[in-house]
């Protein structure tokens, strides 16, 4: 590294560490440590981009396009169906009033089912973490040579600092700039290693298998893997911890509608970058035997110093901006779940400084636990696809309580128990793949592949079908043989999810509506056999429809730009 970019890199930590400190003071009490409500739309976008997009995102893309083709981008556009159904579950989030979805399903089963998802929740925070520190030691170590655990312990070092210090109101002030580095460190390579290999018209006169440039590839990414990894991120996305901070942390519904589908779309226009500077690899290092992992890395190596010096700084200061702008929100979400939905019940009536105390040290174990990751991943696109896997295990029990009453606790429980048995069983189940592999049903439905080392494994989507399927079962069955929720209850939670948030409304608890206001009318468009589905509103429809219409423009938009 140049002079010019050890000063571009300093001055940027320096800066943002500094800026999420400050934002401390406007911590006062828990709810502004865990769920502060007066953020505006341009400061819930940024936060739901920030939040969302991270470096090990464009490393697992581009590691994933340069073996696979252009249908690697499907290893983030697996979000791209689900995002326009963000401007839809947005409002419903912000009208729980919770601090956590711990609290929204406490209010819609019990404690337990509360203290489950918090488990769970916290899990898959420190997977995210640790996946997120992997992909950007990756880069850093591929581009500097600074070793990979020496950039894994300064960024955590300096994310911990301000994140506990501030809280989410510090997540969300530096997810402003940081979303705006992220931007930068997504579209910085790609003009230089386009022109490198020729343009569009130079990569297909030099890659000739043609099905490199398919979006959708035979093998390995086909629809029905696209189809299913869509639909096990629309389950999960609702159960993701940081989700509630997404939809919730501004002043009124329409903030968390447009920050959280705003955010995410802006995130899959970066998607594009990461995916043709991977293809551009293919062509460029067609000659080198490169770790797929370190391919963003390696290009940024080899451009950004000869275009001007302190380039590569700029480039690793957005890495890095990427990277802290998620681990905050996702460490303070963890120690939100474990605070509110685990302690909280079991040590009521202490101080607000007590249970911030709390809080504090739980984001050190949920990071440390993100850092253990970190070392223990094979990969960053294994850690990704558990970090997939791990939400829609317990993002069943959500949307079967949402839209059908008839679910119970037990049904809850058993809907995420056996999904997770299910999920370890086809995972790791070595045995079970190999006395499937051969037979008449493994080669009708294309169910085992076998790995490079020639073990065999269950293929990702059948992964899906299968936990996901289980899981859904398993929670109908159960719940129609137990006893269910007290109507009450239940009354009291739809009320929630269909009465409009008030700007500055004030609620004393959370899951509850603010004092003497009136629920909203009950308007149900399918109501037999217990379901409870909405009536949609205009607001709701007319945005559903933009999202669709964004989502079509962008994959014809990106096809026409490939072909």
Not at 84 to 106: H, N
Not at 287 to 292: A, F, K
Not at 391 to 407: E, K, N, Q, V, Y
Not at 442 to 450: C, M, Q, T
Request: charged share 10%; glycine share 10%; aromatic share 10%.
């Amino acid at each position: 590294m140049a002079t010019a970019d050890i000063v571009s890199l300093i001055v940027y930590l320096v800066l943002i560490t500094g800026l999420g400190i400050y934002a401390a003071r406007l911590v006062h009490r828990m709810s502004d440590y865990f769920m502060p409500r007066r953020f505006g739309k341009v400061m819930m976008l940024t936060h739901a981009f920030g939040t969302g997009t991270h470096s090990d995102q464009a490393v697992s893309v581009a590691s994933k396009t340069f073996t696979n083709g252009l249908s690697g981008i499907w290893y983030q556009w697996l979000w791209l169906f689900c995002t326009p159904f963000y401007w839809l579950i947005a409002p419903v989030m912000r009208r729980f009033r919770a601090i956590t979805t711990g609290d929204v399903f406490a209010a819609r089963y019990n404690r337990s089912v509360s203290g489950l998802f918090a488990v769970v929740g916290m899990l898959q925070m420190s997977v995210s973490i640790g996946v997120m520190l992997k992909g950007s030691g990756a880069v850093i170590e591929a581009s500097t040579d600074i070793p990979d655990w020496v950039a894994i312990s300064v960024m955590t070092v300096l994310f911990v600092v301000y994140g506990v210090a501030g809280g989410l109101s510090a997540a969300i002030i530096t997810d402003f700039v940081q979303g705006i580095l992220t931007v930068v460190f997504s579209f910085l390579l790609l003009p230089f290693v386009l022109d490198a290999v020729g343009g569009m018209a130079g990569l297909h006169e030099t890659i000739t298998d043609p099905e490199l440039f398919s979006l959708v590839a035979p093998g390995d990414i086909g629809l029905f893997y696209i189809v299913m990894i869509a639909l096990n991120g629309l389950v999960g996305i609702v159960t993701q911890p940081h989700t509630m901070g997404n939809c919730a942390a501004g002043k009124t519904e329409m903030e968390g509608r447009v920050g959280w589908m705003g955010g995410n779309f802006v995130k899959r226009i970066c998607t594009m970058a990461w995916c043709l500077t991977g293809l551009a690899a293919v062509a460029y290092l067609a000659e080198r035997d490169v770790n797929p992992d370190d391919v963003y890395g390696v290009m940024a190596r080899d451009f950004l110093p000869q275009v001007l010096p302190g380039l590569l700084g700029v480039f690793l200061a957005a890495l890095l901006a990427s990277v802290m702008s998620s681990c905050d929100s996702f460490m303070i979400a963890s120690s939100a779940l474990f605070t509110e939905n685990i302690y909280k019940p079991l040590a009521p009536g202490r101080p607000d400084r007590h249970y911030l105390r709390v809080g504090r040290v739980v984001a050190l174990v949920v990071v440390a636990g993100g850092v253990l990751v970190a070392f223990l991943l094979p990969s960053v696109v294994h850690g990704l696809e558990w970090f997939w896997k791990i939400s829609p295990t317990i993002g069943i029990a959500f949307w079967l309580g949402l839209f059908w009453r008839r679910t119970t606790v037990a049904g809850a429980w058993a809907a995420t128990l056996v999904g997770f048995a299910v999920l370890l069983t086809v995972s790791y189940g070595t045995g079970l793949m190999e006395a499937l592999a051969g037979t008449g049903v493994d080669e009708a439905l294309g169910l085992i592949r076998h790995t490079d080392a020639g073990v065999a494994e269950m293929v990702l989507p059948w992964q899906m079908v299968l936990y996901l399927g289980a899981g859904t079962l398993a929670g109908v069955v159960v719940s129609l043989l137990t006893r269910p929720v007290p109507e009450a209850q239940l009354d009291h939670y739809y009320a929630l999810a269909r009465t409009p948030v008030v700007p500055g409304e004030e609620v004393e608890e959370p899951c509850t509506l603010p004092p003497g206001t009136e629920p909203a009318p009950r308007r149900v468009l399918i109501g037999w056999g217990g379901l409870e589905i909405p009536v949609p509103t205009r607001t709701s429809v007319i945005g559903f429809a933009v999202g669709w219409a964004l989502v079509a423009a962008m994959i014809g938009g990106f096809y026409w730009m490939t072909q």
